[in-house]
């Protein structure tokens, strides 16, 4: 057929152009059946032998993934077109996997979409599907594998962020055998922290959690510590009832491990010029620690002035250095009328 001698006769830069990939699928695809048995070996020899090496812009160890990354998308693709071969398909497919460690049979449905531009929201599915039965040591593994983009559907999948909202309890639990592991997770832990729907966890497991995290490394902590003030800011008149053991052990923890990692304490606001001090003391760790301490209901029952561990608390954020201790002024300097009068006792400390 004369369209198979076009399609062999294209060169490499144009075969292999993932612009043109959509194209030449659904040539193969609709005429395959009707090449000659010649023709097939032909361009299933072209097909395996993949696209060509960009000299001097991959190693051969890239250049291997992403030759069988190509290479697998096509085939599987022909396949489920009802493409036949006439080579060992499955054992070719388990060669080429092989040297493509992070290719995923499902990329296969892509191969031949639209490379046009498209807009429109970008959806989050949290589905834990592929997660149900896998044990505790390999659950962030296994949820890293399953995070991705459905381009079709414009959704970016992110089962570990279900997982946190449904099930917090086995989430914990990981979070924990990882760290008896000495593996940090830092980024499992940040999705945990950040979950809505922490503001729905029972006093038991906040607790759990605050306990949890007092145990962490200090380097761990100050990599997390945007996550973890944030999540101590939104929760701060639960975390400061009684039982108080739990956040204390975790204050002064988080407190010790952002004066050993002072860029920890950064704030997420940058500014070039003139510095909008209120803007930026709220959206840093240390002013979202203060506006949790002014959170503590025994605040508006103490009659007696400030209790010593409110006011330790309140002096570890004003000893800090920097912007940070700016950001702790900033936050307590827009309540201090209410600090002046609220009780006698605390007015020495007060005016310092």
């Known amino acids: ?53 960009r000299s001097g812009k ?36 388990a060669e080429l ?12 449905d892509n191969v031949a979409r ?11 599915d949290l589905s834990t599907r592929g997660l149900e039965a896998e044990p505790p040591t390999t659950l962030f593994t296994r949820a890293a594998q399953l995070i991705g983009h459905d381009y079709d559907r414009m959704e970016e999948r992110q089962p570990l962020a279900g997982l946190a909202a449904v099930q917090p309890v086995r989430f914990l639990r990981a979070l924990v055998l990882a760290r008896k592991q000495g593996d940090p997770v830092t980024g499992a832990w940040e999705t945990f922290l950040d979950s809505e729907a922490r503001h729905k966890d029972r006093s038991r497991l906040m607790w759990a959690i605050a306990s949890r ?8 902590l100050a990599q997390i510590a945007r996550s973890l ?5 939104r929760l701060g008149a639960p975390l400061q009832k009684e039982p108080r053991k739990p956040f204390a052990a975790l204050w002064s923890a988080l407190v010790s491990a952002l004066r050993e990692h002072p860029e920890a304490t950064a704030s997420g ?18 002013g979202n620690l203060a506006q949790a301490l002014m959170k503590d209901k025994g605040l508006k029952s103490s009659a007696g002035g400030f209790s010593s561990s409110w006011l330790r608390k309140a002096e570890s954020l004003l000893s800090m250095t920097g912007d940070a201790r700016r950001d702790a002024l900033v ?3 827009h309540q201090l009328a209410w600090i002046y009068v609220h009780s006698f006792a605390s007015i020495p400390w007060s005016l310092r």
């Open 213 to 220: 995290a007092a145990q962490l490394p200090s380097n761990v």
């Open 1 to 53: 057929m004369e369209a198979a001698e076009a399609l062999l006769g294209l060169e490499d830069d144009t075969f292999w152009n993932a612009h043109a990939q959509r194209d030449l699928l659904f040539s193969l695809s609709r005429r395959w059946g009707g090449l000659s048995h010649r023709q097939r070996r032909r361009l299933e020899k072209r097909l395996l032998r993949g696209p060509p090496q």
């Open 97 to 108: 996997s092989a040297n493509s460690p992070r290719w995923r049979d499902e990329y296969a």
């Open 331 to 333: 936050i307590f300097s």
């Open 58 to 93: 991959e190693s051969s160890e890239e250049y291997r993934e992403r030759k069988a990354h190509f290479i697998l998308g096509r085939l599987l693709w022909l396949r489920d077109q009802g493409c036949a071969f006439g080579f060992d398909l499955g054992a070719k497919l």
């Open 229 to 233: 003030c944030n999540w101590i800011l």
């Open 114 to 124: 639209s490379l046009e531009a498209r807009s429109g929201w970008v959806g989050r």
């Open 269 to 286: 606001v940058i500014s070039s010029g003139t510095i909008d001090w209120a803007n930026h003391a709220i959206n840093s760790p240390i």
